[in-house]
């Protein structure tokens, strides 16, 4: 399935949105020759994990991205070079992934059997979660914004916590996959909001994306001058 972030005022800088089920996919990665396009560090990953679903879904996730970049960069699969940007924090190799030059930004996220790609021309970060436990939400919710804890300590449905939870953490992993500087900035820090809407963040749009039931998603685009302005 492909979509289009809603919410952006030119849609040429909107982010195509690329959402895969890795059971619908998983035995293409089996298949004489599919594992021809990765890189030899990939196929090196993918070698270590010692579950056969965490090495599907590594496998879903970077068959598509090296499939869809391709295609944007007119390069055979293998052909493409996949780097990281230095991070914005500490200077390290190690902050968004990117293609040299950035020909086109993108995004990775996976969980459970669903795998979501981001393609845009201007920086990008998209995230999907599994909806965590009452009691996996109550603990992590700690390392949160302080106005996002009082939202989610405020939901009296017990029982809805996970979804709010899930919402509020995939705006805010988005976001810092879209700065580069993932969680080497503090979950606290910058508050994206567990509410219904996201909050505005300067220079960024955030968007709830569309997920399978038990999922939540969102995406961040970085805002132009002319955007931010407007």
Do not use: N
């Amino acid at each position: 399935m492909t979509s289009v972030v809603p919410g952006i005022d030119d849609p040429a800088r909107s982010p195509a949105i690329h959402v895969l089920r890795v059971s619908e996919h998983a035995a293409e990665t089996r298949a004489s020759g599919a594992l021809a396009p990765l890189s030899r560090e990939e196929r090196e990953r993918a070698a270590a994990f010692i579950r056969p679903v965490d090495r599907e879904r590594y496998l879903v996730a970077h068959l598509a991205l090296r499939r869809e970049l391709g295609a944007l960069l007119e390069l055979d699969p293998a052909e493409v070079r996949l780097t990281r940007a230095d991070c914005p924090v500490c200077g390290g190799p190690h902050g968004r992934p990117t293609v040299p030059g950035d020909p086109v930004h993108f995004s990775l996220s996976h969980a459970g059997d669903v795998v979501m790609l981001a393609f845009a021309a201007v920086p990008v970060g998209v995230d999907v979660e599994e909806y965590p436990s009452v009691a996996s939400a109550r603990e992590t919710m700690t390392a949160l914004h302080p106005r996002e804890q009082a939202e989610l300590a405020a939901v009296e449905d017990t029982t809805a916590l996970p979804a709010v939870f899930a919402r509020c953490w995939t705006r805010k992993e988005a976001y810092l996959k879209g700065t580069g500087t993932g969680l080497g900035e503090d979950p606290s820090v910058t508050y994206v909001s567990a509410l219904d809407e996201p909050a505005p963040v300067p220079g960024w749009r955030l968007t709830d994306l569309p997920a399978p039931a038990g999922y939540s998603a969102a995406g961040a685009l970085r805002q132009s001058t002319t955007h931010e302005a407007g």
